[in-house]
């Protein structure tokens, strides 16, 4: 039996403007995806996107969990980074953590984040 190895991009996702979206988390998806392809071509594109999801999304506190491959994370990564728009809006896109494993724990409005190494 094969364990598929992946890593966890811990990103913060704000508005420029300073406003709470909650159409940010549903364009999330596509706007990585539209990024990947331009940075790094249709081919890198088709092999990220197996593994490729926003597996957490909280408007509010402006955190997101992408769940990419082990093999693709770098440059998905610096994909990421260079996002300024998603659905139209412009955001913000910071690194907070690169984890292997990784837990959502919902606990009222703030979110817990259990990591093991």
């Given at each position: 039996?094969?364990?598929?190895k992946?890593?966890?991009?811990i990103?913060?996702?704000?508005?420029?403007?300073?406003?709470?979206?909650?159409?940010?988390?549903?364009?999330?998806?596509?706007?990585?995806?539209?990024?990947?392809?331009?940075?790094?071509?249709?081919?890198?594109?088709?092999?990220?996107?197996?593994?490729?999801?926003?597996?957490?999304?909280?408007?509010?506190?402006?955190?997101?969990?992408?769940?990419?491959?082990?093999?693709?994370?770098?440059?998905?990564?610096?994909?990421?980074?260079?996002?300024?728009?998603?659905?139209?809006?412009?955001?913000?896109?910071?690194?907070?953590?690169?984890?292997?494993?990784?837990?959502?724990?919902?606990?009222?409005?703030?979110?817990l984040?259990?990591?093991?190494?």
């Amino acid at each position: 039996m094969v364990r598929f190895k992946n890593r966890y991009l811990i990103l913060s996702v704000r508005a420029k403007d300073g406003r709470f979206y909650e159409s940010i988390g549903p364009g999330l998806a596509a706007a990585i995806k539209s990024s990947v392809q331009l940075q790094h071509g249709d081919e890198f594109l088709e092999a990220a996107a197996p593994s490729l999801q926003v597996a957490y999304h909280h408007h509010i506190a402006g955190v997101a969990i992408v769940r990419i491959g082990r093999a693709q994370h770098v440059k998905v990564l610096s994909s990421c980074l260079k996002l300024s728009l998603v659905d139209y809006k412009g955001v913000i896109v910071k690194l907070l953590k690169l984890t292997g494993q990784c837990t959502v724990r919902h606990a009222g409005s703030p979110v817990l984040f259990l990591e093991r190494f």
